[in-house]
């Protein structure tokens, strides 16, 4: 793949899982703009974006389907949590790995779904640290609204369908291991 910037969200799982989970998922499409065309053609109308929690089964099967017709790399990092760790130590353990996943792979962007300004700016904070540090060398990572940009509703979708198929709500696992590389430890 040529692709320079990955797309990033995250899910918090509880439910039906082994353990409470913090998810945080990157895709790298080849072709961003064949990618938003795909995804707007299958979000609802009345939506202001695709989102995983408020489709129905047979809107998630389509959309799995043609997500794995792009040309896409999703990258899941599972940080299955310990008793009194709570989801931000998670999110930033998670960040750390898939940040220097992405570098590893030549990638120079990483582009999360905002979620609050405090959080968004206690995120590039960690990321300066860990150039600091010298844990990452080149990799950026910046913010957008998931309702501007529809290449953040690959990791949503992504996310989802591993949430459901880790938690037995229902079966993605023969698209996911064509189109996903996964990384789950305990923190």
């Known amino acids: 793949m040529n692709a320079s910037t990955a797309w990033g969200d995250e899910s918090i799982r509880h439910k039906g899982m082994p353990l409470p989970?913090?998810?945080?998922?990157?895709?790298?499409?080849?072709?961003p703009d064949q990618a938003r065309n795909t995804l707007m053609r299958i979000k609802p109308r009345n939506a202001g974006k695709l989102h995983w929690r408020q489709m129905t089964t047979r809107d998630k099967s389509a959309s799995m389907e043609a997500i794995a017709s792009l040309d896409t790399l999703s990258f899941i990092i599972v940080a299955e949590q310990a008793d009194g760790v709570n989801d931000e130590r998670a999110r930033r353990?998670?960040?750390?790995?898939?940040?220097?996943?992405l570098e590893a792979q030549g990638i120079t962007m990483l582009t999360l779904e905002s979620r609050t300004p405090i959080q968004d700016k206690r995120d590039r904070q960690y990321v300066a640290y860990l150039h600091t540090n010298h844990t990452l060398h080149a990799i950026k990572l910046s913010h957008a609204i998931g309702a501007d940009e529809p290449c953040l509703w690959l990791p949503d979708?992504?996310?989802?369908?591993?949430?459901d198929t880790r938690s037995h709500e229902s079966d993605f696992s023969g698209i996911l291991e064509r189109i996903t590389l996964e990384d789950v430890f305990s923190c």
């Open 21 to 31: 989970s913090y998810l945080l998922c990157a895709c790298i499409v080849e072709d």
């Open 93 to 101: 353990k998670c960040l750390e790995r898939l940040l220097r996943l």
């Open 157 to 163: 979708q992504i996310l989802g369908a591993y949430g």
